[in-house]
């Protein structure tokens, strides 16, 4: 055994590394290597991430986001009123069915992208809906009764006009025979119907009051590529912006709050956000029909599909409460009113032409109870079936699924001097509502997120282990062999000494003995 031990100290000091010191500075560097892999590796990581995220054209990042390799679904929940004639002509509460869901599959795609100077892009959105008979209760020709928004809009409009004005629009509405409910299929009521009181506008209302549409429908003008251009951060010379909204149709604010907090734009669309994500943290997405940004928090961990885990970002339960109960609301009041609108709903008049469409979640989740209450047939809200979520990669910034959960309603003010709507009270009257999301990323995309945030970890225990181990082997041989050469040294030298000492008494000895001869 000391044999073996005497070739190792050998080979080290001699034809492996030729000297000790070169192990010694070897282990030191592997230590030092072992140290680095503990503490930074994740810096390197995110280095990595922050490259591959980032939108360069060409890249793999750049293609998913310029054309999402998904299939997004949008369900449709139509409150279909049946009593509409007792509720006009006795004031009877309003009975409502609820009807659905009438699903639509999308296609997603950037179209006119243009690359900017400073670390932006420009683009259109271009969406697709096909409709999806089989994932359906009926066809989208199935017909529903519903408030008569045009119309409803119009005379709450008018509640404020000179009497005169009130007086010709009841005329004019009876001219037309427009009635407070209109009988439509569901695909007219999404994508756009005749309307014969927008049919009127188009011809005696000033160009400049125009509206853009001739047809009215909740998603009229929307299947096909948007008219608007959203200026985004590509995230390549600032991470930390990546996904952010700098611009929309050219403008970095919007023009309807009071105030430039509640006007800004820098939220996400909602399919990506910048990484690193904390639970600290509050991603804000905006979308043209919310009028506003949609801040989330942090609610949960989750795991989807794949087993890639995932934080669950949702609303705050206050994010529609009213001015009493959330004052950072009031800068959304319109003309900045104290009760712009009741605790759970929100008021996008300003940004539906003034037509009084209120948001709210699905059976008013998160509302006053009475606003429910106010119609009949409307189940009281569940929160796995009505909340809007997010569920995000932290560490990417990748939405991996998604509820965007919104319900409209139509706030109906009463109005004497038009007959048609005279019994009509003040009221907000629900239309429907939509389920709006993804399910799940294809696997190419999980598996690369799988890989990124499983593999990492077990790459770093294991350089760590290796350098730390085979550092400290090196340093232990080297300082045994050190200290063993130098024990041979002293000893040669010891047995050097004595070899010496022991000649010269011999030679002494020798001496005295001539000595005792001679005498």
């Known amino acids: 055994m000391n044999g073996q031990k005497h070739k190792l100290c050998t080979k080290l000091s001699s034809t492996y590394l030729r000297k000790w010191w070169c192990t010694i500075g070897v282990s030191v560097i592997l230590l030092i290597l072992g140290i680095l892999v503990a503490c930074q590796f994740y810096a390197l990581i995110n280095t ?26 949008i369900s449709v929940y139509v409150y279909n009123v049946t009593n509409a004639n007792e509720f006009l002509s006795n004031g009877s509460k309003p009975i409502v069915d609820e009807v659905g869901p009438y699903v639509y599959t999308e296609s997603w795609e950037k179209v006119n992208i243009v690359q900017n100077d400073n670390g932006t892009l420009t683009y259109s959105l ?31 409009q008018s509640k404020h006009a000179a009497r005169f004005l009130r007086l010709a629009m009841a005329s004019i509405m009876d001219i037309l025979k427009i009635k407070p409910f209109v009988q439509v299929s569901v695909g007219q009521l999404l994508w756009g119907y005749e309307d014969p009181l927008l049919k009127l506008a ?49 403008r970095s604010h919007l023009q309807h709050w009071l105030t430039d907090e509640c006007n800004v734009l820098n939220g996400t669309d909602g399919s990506i956000f910048p990484p690193h994500i904390t639970e600290d943290r509050v991603l804000h997405i905006y979308d043209k029909d919310l009028c506003r940004l949609m801040p989330l928090v942090f609610e949960k961990e989750v795991v989807t599909k794949g087993d890639v885990k995932g934080y669950r970002f949702s609303p705050p339960t206050n994010v529609f ?42 059976h008013f989740y998160l509302a006053d109870d009475s606003l429910r209450t106010a119609v009949e047939g409307i189940s009281p809200p569940e929160r796995e079936k009505h909340q809007l979520f997010l569920d995000v990669q932290p560490d990417m910034g990748t939405t991996l699924r998604a ?64 350098f730390f181990a085979i550092g400290a082997l090196l340093l232990l041989i080297s300082v045994f062999c ?9 000893t040669l030298h010891l047995e050097g000494s004595n070899y010496l000492a022991t000649a010269q008494v011999d030679a002494q000895k020798k001496k005295t003995k001539e000595q005792k001869q001679k005498y």
């Open 403 to 466: 509820r965007a959960r919104v319900q409209i309603n139509l706030a109906v003010s009463q109005v004497v001097d038009i007959k048609q709507v005279a019994n009509f009270p003040d009221i907000v009257f629900p239309i429907l509502w939509f389920e709006e999301g993804i399910d799940y990323l294809p696997d190419e995309i999980t598996d690369l997120m799988k890989f990124a945030t499983t593999v990492p970890p077990k790459i770093q225990v294991i350089l760590t282990i290796v």
């Open 321 to 362: 409460a009213d001015v009493n109960s959330n004052p950072d609301n009031m800068c959304f009041c319109p003309a900045g009113q104290p009760s712009c609108s009741p605790n759970g709903l929100f008021n996008v008049s300003l940004c539906q032409y003034d037509s009084p469409i209120m948001l709210s979640f699905p």
């Open 48 to 73: 990595v991430i922050n490259y591959q995220v980032a939108l360069r054209p060409g890249g793999q990042t750049y293609g998913w986001w310029a054309k999402p390799p998904v299939e997004p679904k």
């Open 202 to 250: 188009k011809d005696v209302v000033p160009k400049e009051q125009k509206l853009p549409y001739e047809e009215f429908g909740l998603m009229y003008g929307k299947n096909g590529t948007s008219a608007d251009r959203v200026t985004i951060f590509s995230g390549v010379d600032d991470i930390t912006k990546f996904g952010i909204i700098d611009k929309y149709n050219g």
């Open 482 to 490: 050190l200290i063993r050469k130098s024990h041979r040294q002293s």
């Open 126 to 156: 271009k969406k697709i809906y096909v409709f999806r008979e089989e994932l359906s209760v009926g066809s989208d020709d199935d017909v529903v009764i519903v408030p008569n928004i045009p119309m409803l809009s119009a005379t709450s």
